[in-house]
């Protein structure tokens, strides 16, 4: 973070275009040669480390995106030369992320650059006319897959079958539920010592309502509030137009996250394996978000030295 927030964001306008292309390879090494963690193929061993390159995806899409509305700022209002393009121009990634069966972060993927498209001045008329069609690719790819439609059912029916798919989605609820107002206390819980496999992951928001209780939680939620109000100021008083797209695909990567993994803890939306950004452990996760906020950081100190200017 420190090293992105003394770096000038202008430069990766330079350097987009070879990061793309190192991404796009790394996202297809990883379908050949990727390692298998818990199941998942979507890591690239070095050495003892593993790296994911889908996480690194999620930024690079909005640093291309960035660099293409406000190159082509005449474009934004077309349908097939505006709407269509970026919308393309993200399904390549996405569609090697889904390759990799990680249908979350290709959902992520196109979320997010469905919000800078829109906050790079398109037709609201031709955003809104594409969401029936993404929709309903969004579900035919749950139904072709066993797997994401027994996540499907078991969040409809979580108690049907509470050793199986729904046994994580219980074992939150039961964590929530035990922390009441205050918590157990901090490093009390008895969901992650005895039944909730890997509470650190994507479930970490779970733990944090048994241990510190609503009021925790609900403390964590202003956090992400605070970030994304922040994050947009940040936008808004941005010195040009690529730090205001930059600034805005930021935010939305993190908060689209931090919603998402909510929304499953709580039981509002089916196990998609999204982490907490920030909070759940995964280094690769970390250390992208992390940049991602020191750019956001280099895109304020700018905006606040145009404003003294």
């Known amino acids: 973070m420190l090293v992105t927030m003394s770096i000038d964001y202008h430069i990766y306008k330079r350097w987009t275009p070879w990061i793309v292309l190192i991404t796009l390879g790394l996202l297809v090494v990883v379908l050949f040669a990727g390692a298998d963690i818990n199941g998942a193929v979507r890591w690239i061993r070095l050495g003892p480390l593993s790296f994911q390159p889908s996480e690194l995806a999620k930024y690079v899409v909005v640093l291309y995106l960035a660099l293409l509305i406000d190159q082509r700022k005449g474009k934004i209002k077309k349908f097939a030369e505006g709407t269509i393009f970026y919308l393309a121009i993200a399904g390549v990634f996405a569609l090697l992320i889904l390759l990799e069966k990680n249908l979350s972060i290709t959902a992520i993927v196109m979320m997010v650059a469905f919000v800078m498209i829109l906050a790079g001045g398109?037709?609201?008329?031709h955003l809104l006319s594409l969401i029936p069609m993404g929709l309903a690719a969004g579900m035919g790819l749950i139904?072709?897959?066993?797997?994401?439609?027994k996540r499907l059912t078991s969040f409809l029916n979580p108690w049907a079958d509470t050793s199986g798919d729904s046994y994580q989605l219980i074992q939150s609820l039961y964590a929530l539920g035990s922390?009441?107002?205050f918590g157990v206390g901090l490093g009390n819980s008895r969901q992650k010592a005895l039944f909730m496999p890997e509470p650190h992951n994507d479930f970490i928001f779970a733990i944090i309502g048994e241990e510190l209780g609503l009021i925790g939680c609900i403390f964590i939620i202003c956090l992400f509030i605070f970030i994304a109000i922040k994050g947009t100021s940040i936008a808004v008083k941005a010195r040009d137009n690529y730090g205001y797209l930059l600034a805005i695909g930021i935010i939305s990567v993190i908060s689209i996250q931090a919603i998402i993994n909510i929304a499953v803890v709580t039981g509002s939306m089916p196990v998609t394996g999204v982490p907490m950004p920030l909070i759940s452990y995964g280094g690769t996760s970390l250390v992208f978000n992390?940049?991602?906020i020191g750019i956001l950081l280099n895109i304020s100190r700018q905006g606040k030295e145009e404003e003294l200017n």
Do not use: N
């Open 179 to 181: 922390g009441g107002l």
């Open 290 to 292: 992390l940049s991602a």
């Open 143 to 149: 139904f072709i897959e066993s797997y994401r439609l």
């Open 122 to 125: 398109a037709k609201i008329s």
